[in-house]
Structure formats: structure tokens, C-alpha cells
């Protein structure tokens, strides 16, 4: 969906590296989610953030910190990239006073060597 | 612990044929029950939601039946299509508003719909 737009789309990083993937929506919605996608293991929930000033955990987020420039921008960092961490990475919004459709960027795929 | 488990984990169907995939959830504070499709390359998009206040959605081919005292939703896809080959994931909620509303998502599985 081109309101929600993610960069980069795919990424080779090496053990060790810190790395941002960045998420952008024009959608105005107030909040926004990070997940990442495994084989077999479905979507998983690493942060959360329902206004600029609400950032929250979700299951996975050991290793991985974010930020909440604006409505708009919700970035997702991992300070020092582990071969585990490779994985694909979506970005999703949502609008708290319409209901609970979520609504996926493209993804961004991390390959950490 | 998984609160949404899907099944099967692959299906494969022929064209025309019906697809069913299944879910069970384990909270019963959950209210709010979508379905989600992926096409590869893509990032996943609602398909079609219930809510437990009634037992079956129907959205062209597309069909939710929801069993509240089971704890489970399926999804029914009819005259199931080539373009209907895709992931699904189940999602569960609770409640539709307030500071805790986020999706749980079940594993997902694959369906292939077979010419």
C-alpha cells in the first residue's frame, strides 16, 4: 500500500552493524507498529506506539529499540545486528477512532551475515 | 505461549474447490476477529473481519464462521481461484478500543490453489 511506505526495501548488513529501517504513512493515523516475519513463525509483534509520546513493547523487542519522529515516522533500529535478526520487517498503522484494521507497508528484508 | 493457533499449516486445493482454514483462540476477552491475506512480495491486508455478535460473515467468496463457545473461526474460501494463492493469517483483538487494542496473529499457512 503506497500510504505506507517503508525504507530500505531489502538490506545486507554484517554481525555487529547498527541499522535503521524507517517507516513513513500518510494515511494520518496515530498509531504504528513494527513486526517481523518468519517462516512458520507468523508475525510477530517487536514495538508499538499509539501516539508520538506512547512507545511500548511488544513480544519480541529484545535487541531492537524505536523511535517516534512524528505521526508520520516511526523507525526501528537494531543496535548491533545479529545473524538471528535476519528476517523480513513490516511497518503497520492503524487509526484508533475507526476500528482495528492494521494496514502493512511492503516490508523491508534484513539479511544479517 | 501461541493465543491464536491456526491449521492447517499448508493447503493445497484445486480450482473450483473449497479452501477451509481454521483457528483457535485461547482468551475469551478477544472481541474482534480478522483475517488477513499476503501475496508474496507484499505486505499482509485485511481481507474480512467478525465480531461475536453474530456467527458467520460473508464478503463475496470469502466466508468467516465464528463458534464463540469453541473458541474458534474458520475462513471458507468458495470456487476457490489461482489468485486466491497466498498466506492467510487469523488475528484476534481485545478490546476494539482503549490503550490495549493490538492484533495477535496466528502463524499463518499457505494456500495453493492448483489449476
Known sequence: DADVTQTPRNRITKTGKRIMLECSQTKGHDRMYWYRQDPGLGLRLIY???????????EISDGYSVSRQAQAKFSLSLESAIPNQTALYFCATSDSGRGDTQYFGPGTRLTVL | QQQVKQSPQSLIVQKGGISIINCAYENTAFDYFPWY????????????????????????????????????FSLHIMDSQPGDSATYFCAATNPSTGANSKLTFGKGITLSVRP
Open chain 1, 48 to 58: 508499538y506506539s499509539f501516539d508520538v509520546k506512547d512507545i511500548n513493547k511488544g
Open chain 2, 37 to 72: 491475506q499476503q501475496f508474496p512480495g507484499k505486505g499482509p491486508a485485511l481481507l474480512i473481519a467478525i465480531r461475536p455478535d453474530v456467527s458467520e460473515k460473508k464478503e463475496g467468496r470469502f466466508t468467516i464462521s465464528f463458534n464463540k463457545s469453541a473458541k474458534q
